[in-house]
């Protein structure tokens, strides 16, 4: 059974910086994808960010310039950085991982909350 864990949100204030991490328990090579997701309060989920294993990335409009995602193999971690954070970037942050075959499934973590006060 695959487990994401991930970690490092907090409060911040508007203009700060944080950075998530989001450790899988085999290696990050096993999937075609990893990203993260948000969800706000009384909103849907949503994509932030993602990078493939051939390390192409793709970023909501939303996050564009200020955050970045990647990956450290030898950790099977992948981190998220986030810059210049405003309020509306307040969400609970999900780590995700998807694979391929046999057939497509996918993973989440357990999610970290993620505030940023104006």
């Known amino acids: 059974q695959v487990r994401l864990v991930e970690s490092g949100g907090g409060l911040v204030q508007a203009g700060g910086s944080l950075r998530l991490s989001c450790s899988a328990s085999?290696?990050?090579?096993?999937?075609?994808?990893m990203g993260w997701h948000r969800q706000a309060p009384g909103k849907q989920r949503e994509f932030v960010a993602h990078?493939?294993?051939?390390?192409?990335?793709m970023y909501a409009d939303s996050v564009k310039g200020r955050f970045t995602i990647s990956r450290d193999s030898a950790e099977n971690t992948v981190y998220l950085q986030m810059n210049s954070l405003k309020p509306e970037d307040t969400a609970v942050y999900y780590c995700?991982?998807?694979?391929?075959?046999?057939?497509?499934?996918?993973?989440w973590g357990q999610g970290t909350q993620v505030t940023v006060s104006s």
């Open positions: 085999e290696s990050i090579f096993s999937f075609n994808a």
């Open positions: 995700n991982a998807h694979r391929i075959a046999p057939w497509p499934r996918d993973w």
């Open positions: 990078i493939t294993n051939g390390d192409n990335t």
